[in-house]
Nanobody, 114 residues
Framework: QGQLVESGGGLVPPGGSLRLSCVASGSIFSRNAMAWYRQAPGNQRVRIASIGTIGDTKYGDDVKGRFTISRVNAKNTLYLQMNSLKPEDTARYFC????????WGQGTQVTVSS
């Protein structure tokens, strides 16, 4: 069974930046489109950005122009560069395949607050 391990979250003031990483097992990563999802307290988990196996990207309206998703296939690693962070970006961030697989990692907490 594959694994997903997210990291890079933290506490950052509004307007700040963070870079999240997700290391996936090769069996998950190499043949799948990947995405970042986030879940705020009391809300459903939603997809915010995705990237295909050849690097084609899509973004949700909430993050478009501020976040950048990328992948390094040789490292089985997915990234999310987050700039101009807002308090409403506060959530737990997860990576997974597109469509979503059965395995979820622990996620990484992002808190945007002054």
């Amino acid at each position: 069974q594959g694994q997903l391990v997210e990291s890079g979250g933290g506490l950052v003031p509004p307007g700040g930046s963070l870079r999240l990483s997700c290391v996936a097992s090769g069996s998950i990563f190499s043949r799948n489109a990947m995405a970042w999802y986030r879940q705020a307290p009391g809300n459903q988990r939603v997809r915010i950005a995705s990237i295909g196996t050849i690097g084609d990207t899509k973004y949700g309206d909430d993050v478009k122009g501020r976040f950048t998703i990328s992948r390094v296939n040789a490292k089985n690693t997915l990234y999310l560069q987050m700039n101009s962070l807002k308090p409403e970006d506060t959530a737990r961030y997860f990576c997974n395949t597109v469509p979503v697989g059965a395995v979820w990692g622990q996620g990484t907490q992002v808190t945007v607050s002054s």
